[in-house]
């Protein structure tokens, strides 16, 4: 009977040794993920860590709570922020003890444009941790992001197909003047290093050129060198000064489990390769990075990224100066608190004009990294501007390179596959506008179908279209022009002409303008002009009048077909031959007038009526506090009819008026004195 019992001890025993045995296995696989995560293996880091989670999780919650969130900072780590988001959520809802597991998921949100839900978690780390700055920072990029997004920058954004493999592609930099030679950083197979990025799982980065042809088509990429610039280390961030004389570069060792850091390297042309290159001596420190060179213009700055001391956090950009090409840089100096961030300030770029761009994941920006750009002035840096979307998304958007003087070129982002970098090229097209609309009757709003509709710019553009049957005319991107002015006007026979304005000055996107226009038809009775009132007994052109006739040379100028008669009245009082000398005078006065306006007198009849047609009121009217009735006629049994001497003045006032009429519609305007110069014979 006792051999059950000791046997059921023996199973008892040997099972404990096995679960000792396991412990210590998971044990030692944890150690090793721990030590991967340590070298930012994350890539393998990220397969030990879930092969011992259940296991661990089991017996030690707090352990698997730790596991989760380490999981989460490999997929943080390697920009897959899918995953990141997905196990960011699971330690904070496990509790990790630790509130900067809040910011990350709000970070991983952010990036995966889920931004009311990133808001809320920005918002509880802030109560969480109040003094830490990237909290408000990532509620101000929240708001940032949502007010971007709606007013997009008018770039045009596209992946380059031929330049992106299935690793990543980034990084690229023009290696001549003319921009027609691109060389950039990639993974891909063809790369040199046959070992695996423990960070990412990809080979080590390559630099590999593409070609434009005449046609304006890239090559297929190809490797750069099989040495000396390429080596089976990563090799990043290329730089090329203007000349294309000197390329500076990023070049990252690292041994079997010691990563060595990255450091800047030149090389010089040697005819139509690179020499051999050597460090550029920036620091004397083994254990900072320095990376991600960019040579000013002048090629006497060089602006890099480097976590040295005296930064203001993270990875800053600094700069060096040389005297001449050639000679050794001078001592870093850090580029101030305006550019730099607590955060990480990365990859500068100088355009030719002087301006910096630099990526950051410390000033407020749409998520991840963001491109800025800031000025040099005497006063310093200008407070760095975040270039918005297209160019910029919840993504990391980084390495900007203009082609020389055009605003286009290609910038580095993760933004269109999980985790992977590739090249987006850019471009901010032509600004094309559109002038359309319809034409109307004025005293119908009816369609005016087969009218005349002229445009001229202030750039000397003269164009002219035809209404279709639905009163519509269109003037595209064809004919109108940045910065510039235009006058519409709309013509038909036995209509008014109609004027419309519109302008391109200071407009920075395409757009369609809607200018829609009028015409009054042409009344077969005569038409009073505003204003035009005369002293008793008198023929002269008041001053004050003047002004009321500018609506008439308007008129005029609009419509130069029309001949008109101008028609002066007096009031019932004299004779008639002195009412018929006095209005005829009248009449003359205003045609004068418009003589002297540009007005050719063959258009002008003037035409004295006397005292014979008083005036109708069309309209009720008040006039010196006097009111007459429209359809009051005003002849001289009327106005003796007034009960006062003054009501009866103003009415003589309005009956010395002076009206118009258009009479023809066939006038033929005169050329130009000098239209027929430079035609041919």
């Known amino acids: 009977m006792l051999f059950p019992s000791r ?17 210590q296995a998971q044990n030692r696989r944890l150690e090793r993920a721990d030590k991967a995560f340590e070298l930012r293996q994350y890539h393998e880091a990220i397969e030990l860590y879930q092969r011992v989670y259940n296991r661990v999780n089991r017996n030690n919650r707090a352990e698997g709570t730790r596991i989760v969130f380490q999981v989460a900072l490999c997929h943080r780590y390697t920009n897959n922020h899918r995953m990141a988001e997905a196990w960011f959520n699971r330690a904070v809802r496990a509790n990790y003890p630790d509130p900067v ?3 990350y998921l709000a970070d991983a949100m952010m990036a995966n444009e889920k931004f009311e839900q990133a808001l809320e978690q920005y918002k509880r ?6 003094d830490d700055w990237r909290g ?11 007010e971007l997004l709606k007013n997009p920058e008018p770039y045009e954004v596209e992946a380059v197909r031929l330049f992106n493999s299935r690793q990543d592609d980034y990084t690229p930099a023009f290696s001549d003047h003319r921009a027609t030679s691109l060389i950039f950083a990639s993974s891909r197979d063809d790369a040199m290093g046959r070992r695996t990025d423990p960070w990412t799982g990809n080979q080590h980065t390559s630099f590999f050129v593409s070609y434009k042809d005449r046609a304006g088509s890239w090559s297929r990429p190809s490797l750069l060198d099989e040495g000396p610039i ?10 090329i000064n203007t000349s294309a004389t000197e390329l500076f570069f990023t070049r990252c060792t690292r041994s079997e489990t010691v990563d060595m850091g990255c450091r800047i390297y030149r090389a010089s042309r040697d005819g139509a390769n690179w020499s051999s290159p050597s460090e550029v001596r920036l620091t004397n420190d083994s254990l900072v990075t320095v990376g991600h060179p960019a040579i000013s213009p002048d090629g006497l700055e060089l602006y890099f990224v480097s976590d040295m001391d005296g930064g203001k956090g993270g990875m800053d950009i600094w700069v060096s100066r040389r005297r001449a090409p050639g000679d050794e840089f001078g001592p870093p100096e850090n ?4 550019i730099n961030t607590p955060g990480n300030e990365m990859f500068p770029y100088v355009r030719e004009d002087g301006t910096l761009y630099f990526a950051s994941d410390g000033h407020p920006g749409l998520g991840g990294l963001d491109i800025f750009m800031s000025y040099y002035s005497p006063d310093g840096w200008s407070e760095p501007e ?4 297209p160019l910029n998304s919840p993504a990391d958007d980084f390495g900007i390179v203009f082609r020389p003087g055009e605003e286009s070129g290609f910038i580095s982002s993760n933004r269109g596959r999980t985790g992977a970098y590739d090249i987006y090229s850019f471009i901010l097209p032509p600004l094309e506008f559109m002038i359309s609309g319809v034409v109307t009757d004025d005293s119908t709003s009816m369609v005016v179908p087969a009218a005349n509709v002229q445009l001229v710019g202030s750039d000397g553009t003269l164009r002219q279209t035809e209404t279709d049957r639905q009163g519509m005319y269109v003037f595209d991107h064809t004919v109108l022009r940045e910065n510039t002015r235009y006058e519409l006007l709309a013509n038909k026979a036995g ?21 829609n226009l009028s015409m009054a038809p042409i009344p077969q009775t005569a038409i009073e002009l505003p204003e035009i009132l005369y002293e008793f007994a008198s023929w002269e052109l008041q001053p004050q009048f003047k002004d009321s006739l500018n609506g008439l040379v308007r008129t005029m100028l609009d419509n130069p077909n029309i001949v008109i008669e101008l028609a002066s009245h007096t009031d019932s009082r004299g004779t008639h031959e002195l009412n018929d000398t006095l209005s005829q005078r009248r009449a003359q006065s205003v045609v004068n007038y418009l003589v002297d306006q540009g007005i050719e007198p063959e258009r002008l009849e003037a035409r004295g009526y006397g005292k014979r047609n008083p005036r109708v009121i069309e309209r009720t009217i008040e006039r010196n506090g006097f009111v007459f009735e429209e359809g009051t006629r005003l002849t001289e049994e009327y106005i003796n009819s007034l009960p006062s001497e003054e009501h009866q003045d103003v009415a003589h006032q309005l009956n010395r008026r002076t009206e118009f009429r258009v009479i023809r519609e066939d006038y033929d305007p005169p050329e130009p004195p000098d239209a027929d110069q430079g035609r041919s014979p």
Do not use: H
């Open 101 to 103: 597991a809040v910011l």
């Open 386 to 389: 975040n270039i918005g979307p």
């Open 230 to 239: 390429n080596t089976e280390f990563n090799e990043g961030a290329p730089s």
């Open 7 to 23: 046997f059921f001890i023996f199973i008892f025993l040997v099972a404990g040794q096995l679960f000792i045995f396991d412990a």
């Open 335 to 338: 580029l101030g608190p305006v």
């Open 136 to 146: 408000p920072r990532g509620i101000e990029s929240v708001n940032l992001a949502i």
């Open 495 to 515: 209509y008014f002409s109609g004027r419309a304005s519109q302008s391109t000055v200071g407009e920075e996107r395409s757009r369609e303008f809607i200018v």
């Open 125 to 130: 780390y802030t109560e969480l941790v109040p």
